[in-house]
C-alpha cells in the first residue's frame, strides 16, 4: 500500500523559506512520478512541480520556476520541495503525489495522495 507523508509545513514571514518533505513507502517509485500540488481556501488544487524518478527530470508550474525545487533522495525515498522568497499568496495547503503515468498535469493524473501540510506565509 502505497503512503505519502508530508511534513515541513509552518508559518514562516514573506520572504523567507521552507522545505517540504514527502517520504514515500509502500512500493519502489522508480517508474512513477511524484509531484507537488496546493490548495488555497476557496481555490482549486493548484500544480507546483513533479520529479520523474527514474530519470530525475523535473517539471514546474510557470508561475512558480525561480523560486521553487523539487528534488529526491533515493535513500531515504523522499521527496522534497525547497521554496525560497515566499509570499502570501504562497499560503495553502500543499500535498504530495504520485502518478504511474508520465504525463498530465491534473489532479486526476495522480494515483496516491497524502495528507498534505499547511503553510502560511505572513505580510
Known amino acids: 500500500q502505497v503512503q505519502l507523508v508530508e511534513s515541513g509545513g509552518g508559518l514562516v514571514q514573506a520572504g523567507g523559506s521552507l522545505r517540504l518533505s514527502c517520504a514515500a513507502s509502500g512500493r519502489t517509485f522508480s517508474s512513477y512520478r511524484l509531484g507537488w500540488f496546493r490548495q488555497a481556501p476557496g481555490k482549486e488544487r493548484e500544480f507546483v512541480a513533479y520529479?520523474?524518478?527514474?530519470?530525475?527530470?523535473?517539471y514546474y508550474a510557470d508561475s512558480l520556476k525561480g523560486r521553487f525545487t523539487i528534488s529526491r533522495d533515493n535513500a531515504k525515498n523522499t521527496v522534497y520541495l525547497q521554496m525560497n522568497n515566499l509570499k502570501p499568496e504562497d499560503t495553502a495547503v500543499y500535498y504530495c503525489a504520485a502518478s504511474r503515468r508520465f504525463y498530465g498535469g491534473s489532479p486526476f493524473d495522480y494515483d496516491y495522495w497524502g495528507q498534505g501540510t499547511q503553510v502560511t506565509v505572513s505580510s
Open positions: 520529479i520523474i524518478w527514474s530519470s530525475d527530470s523535473t
